[in-house]
């Protein structure tokens, strides 16, 4: 294949264009798929809770401090809020994709 500083050349793209793709794709069912990333999320958030709470918003360490099912309720109400910006509350070295399940 061409290298990434050059563009292909036209005997090139017509090359590539003979290549067969197949593309696949896994669909889960969004509520479950929140659910699983729910409690994913949780477990990694409240195994560091003590360890690195500096690197984790006042909101979201106050959150985890909720009893169930109040917790998730808040948790809901602040993904439904931030969006993908939740990841913005939890900035840890250690874990840092900790809300990317969310998302």
């Known amino acids: 294949l061409a290298k990434a500083n050059r563009d292909l050349s036209k005997e090139e793209a017509l090359h590539l264009d003979s290549f067969t793709v197949h593309t696949f794709a896994f669909v889960r069912r969004p509520l479950a798929r929140f659910l699983s990333a729910y409690d ?3 477990y990694k958030l409240r195994m560091r809770e003590h360890d690195v709470p500096p690197c984790m ?5 106050g959150l985890l401090a909720l009893p169930e ?8 109400e602040l993904v439904v809020q931030e969006g993908a910006a939740i990841v913005r509350h939890y900035w840890c070295i250690v874990g840092p994709c900790a809300l990317h399940h969310v998302l």
């Open 40 to 42: 994913e999320t949780m």
């Open 57 to 61: 918003s006042p909101i979201l360490k």
């Open 69 to 76: 099912p109040r917790r998730f309720i808040a948790f809901v």
